[in-house]
């Protein structure tokens, strides 16, 4: 695989008049990723992905995609991304294959057989091919998303940027985006995908990055990025079969922990210590004799975390 990453953003800035809707952001992504952006609205996802798509030149900062420079050579960066927008209009007045011929021409896609070819392969990756004859109009939101990414895979782009691609989508439309968006990785495209639903990401990447107020929070894998920006204390709760008021008052007793509470068979506390720190407590929970049939953990949500980022309005 290249050492050239597909995605090199660096100081890029997007200024409005006097507002800053991009500061300074400097990311890279390697081939091959499901990358997500993530953050709530005006967190300057929507400028990033315009500059990343030619659409908008910034104030200042360089755009590199797979080795091209997309302010110096738009052409040649357009014939590698593949762009899907937020809510992409689809006509109703066209067959899918219809549609996805229109875009194929329009692409310039070989003669009329290869484009039904390549319309052919593209239906296949986004599992559509039992549809190629519905209307446009007949299709489901989850269907007429899959369609917008067959369409915007016409032209074999090796980097996919996708605003919001499962916005609206029931957990079984999401799932099937997952899986096709996971398979374009795995041969070999780099996607690029933003979002105002951390947790959605967080199944859906393989690695993400949040910002907030034009400014990147975190980056990292989704267990990389809890521990940055949530509260690192957790909430764990041991289910005990006897003997609860002995191993309450053992647990207080213990670094890093604090408001234990008894209910029925549950021993709840908080707990800010490491995962080696966590381990010990267990064990020694079980060195007092004490039979455990249960110890949970509950760390802060995905979505606890972007609520906090949001109302907090955090910067570095």
């Known amino acids: 695989m290249s050492a050239i990453p597909a995605i090199d953003i660096r100081y890029l800035r997007v200024d409005y008049g006097n507002f800053v809707a991009v500061d300074d952001l400097t990311l890279t992504v390697p081939r091959g990723e499901v990358f997500g952006l993530v953050g709530p609205n005006g967190a300057g996802k929507t400028s990033t992905f315009r500059v990343l798509t030619t659409l908008m030149e910034p104030t200042y900062g360089e755009v590199i995609l797979d080795g091209v420079d997309v302010l110096e050579d738009i052409e040649s960066a357009r014939r590698i991304i593949g762009y899907m927008p937020d809510l992409a209009p689809v006509p109703t007045d066209l067959k899918v294959w219809e549609f996805l011929e229109f875009h194929a021409a329009a692409y310039g896609i070989g003669n009329r057989s290869q484009r039904r070819q390549r319309v052919a392969e593209c239906l296949e990756e986004v599992a559509l091919t039992d549809q190629r004859e519905k209307w446009c109009k007949e299709l489901s939101r989850g269907q007429t998303q899959r369609v917008v990414l067959a369409k915007t895979l016409l032209h074999r782009p090796s980097v996919l940027i996708l605003d919001e691609p499962a916005s609206g989508l029931d957990p079984l439309a999401r799932r099937d985006m997952r899986t096709a968006l996971r398979k374009l990785a795995e041969g070999g495209a780099t996607v690029f995908v933003s979002s105002h639903i ?65 209910s029925g068979q549950q021993v709840t ?48």
């Open 198 to 262: 951390l947790s959605e990401l967080a199944e859906m990447c393989t690695s993400l990055c949040v910002m907030n107020r034009g400014r990147l929070l975190a980056s990292g894998t989704a267990e990389e990025v809890r521990q940055t920006l949530g509260n690192t204390e957790r909430v764990l709760t041991a289910t005990l079969l006897a003997r609860h008021e002995e191993a309450a008052a053992w647990i207080a007793a213990q670094p890093a922990v604090h408001e234990v509470k008894i």
């Open 269 to 316: 506390f908080n707990f800010n210590g490491n995962d080696d720190a966590q381990a010990d407590l267990m064990e020694g929970i079980l060195r007092l004799g004490i039979r455990m049939r249960a110890f949970e953990e509950k760390r802060t949500s995905f979505e606890d975390i972007l609520v906090g980022v949001a109302e907090s309005n955090r910067l570095p």
